[in-house]
């Protein structure tokens, strides 16, 4: 059974920082492009970062790159979101997903990580 479980979440002030964990289950991680998406109250999903199967490489909106880092431990069969300088607009549920490419809609979903940045 494929599966995938986030971790991580919380609530940290201003500026601080977070490491979300995507540990993957059923199925093995660097087969897949794997991706963080966000949802907050009343607003769109929003893609936050993907690290692709095939070379690694890694996409980040304008929003969170210089300050979001995604990464892969395949030993560990876990995807990680290093997330620093949070501002209170990156209040959200943060998902990990699992697709073909970064460039299509992902096919597997976590349930999803409450982070809340406040003061």
């Known amino acids: 059974q494929v599966q995938l479980v986030e971790s991580g979440g919380g609530s940290v002030q201003p500026g601080g920082s977070l490491r979300l964990s995507c540990a993957a289950s059923g199925f093995t991680l660097d087969n897949y492009a794997i991706g963080w998406v966000r949802q907050a109250p009343g607003k769109e999903r929003e893609g936050v970062s993907c690290?692709?199967?095939?070379?690694?490489?890694?996409y980040y909106p304008t929003s969170v790159k210089g300050r979001f880092t995604i990464s892969r431990d395949n030993r560990k069969n876990t995807v990680y979101l290093q997330m620093n300088s949070l501002k209170p607009e990156d209040t959200a549920v943060y998902y990990c997903?699992?697709?073909?490419?970064?460039?299509?809609?992902?096919?597997?979903w976590g349930q999803g990580t409450q982070v809340t940045v406040s003061s």
């Open positions: 690290i692709s199967s095939r070379d690694g490489s890694t």
């Open positions: 997903a699992a697709g073909r490419s970064c460039a299509l809609p992902f096919g597997s």
